[in-house]
């Protein structure tokens, strides 16, 4: 219950970033004749819901964590890098069990699904394979700030996961047909897409980093404290 708590917040804290783009896209797309259907909206905020629920899960950091560790970590010799915090050797803690292997993978899995499910264009595998990298790749640098982990194992693994994830939508397509279609833009030609648009899936993400960062952090975490007089790490 707590965590799907958290969840909510953190999705709450996006909203001052998707309301403004909502309107804009809707707005965009009505002059150009490009229909936006009620499915594409409810997916596209189960997909930023998503979102926001793994950066909960991995831990990316607050705005005071960067600006506290920035020094420490770029400095004017360039990166300072503890061994203890970067991993560059791949399946390094195997030996340690398998279940952050396997749950790294399963993280990513609703991506690469998700993803050619709202946008025909993540049909290509190189598409998904690439968004998960860049997501995952995000988060880990990001953890350079807050003294987590950066590790290649969690890149690896969730590409891995976010292939599975295409794969499982390959495989389901012929069921999923009518809801693509119905979650998809709709125009008489692809050129008249419009650009907030063709790049929607980057907004999103950009967004659920945004709402980490600037309002779930800074403003909800202190709110959630105070009001159910709990600490909360994240």
Known sequence: MFIIMISITCFIGTLPFLIPYYMLLTSQSKKIGCKLSIEHFIMVYIFVYYLTAVLSFTGIPSISDIVHNSSGVITSK??????????????????????????NILLFIPLGFMLPCIWKKYEVLWRTVLSGVTFSLAIELSQLFNRRITDIDDLLMNTIGALMGWVIFKLLKEHLSKLQDRASAQST??????????????????????????????????????????????
Request: net charge negative.
């Open 78 to 103: 360039g990166l300072n890098l503890s061994p203890y915090e970067v991993n560059l050797i791949p399946f390094l803690w195997i030996t340690e069990g398998a279940r952050p292997y396997i749950e």
């Open 189 to 234: 030609s692809m050129e008249k897409i419009p650009l907030l648009l063709d790049k929607e899936e980057c907004f999103y993400m950009a967004s659920a980093f945004a709402g980490m960062l600037f309002v779930f952090h800074p403003f909800l975490v202190p709110l959630l404290q105070l009001v159910f007089k709990i600490r909360i790490n994240v």
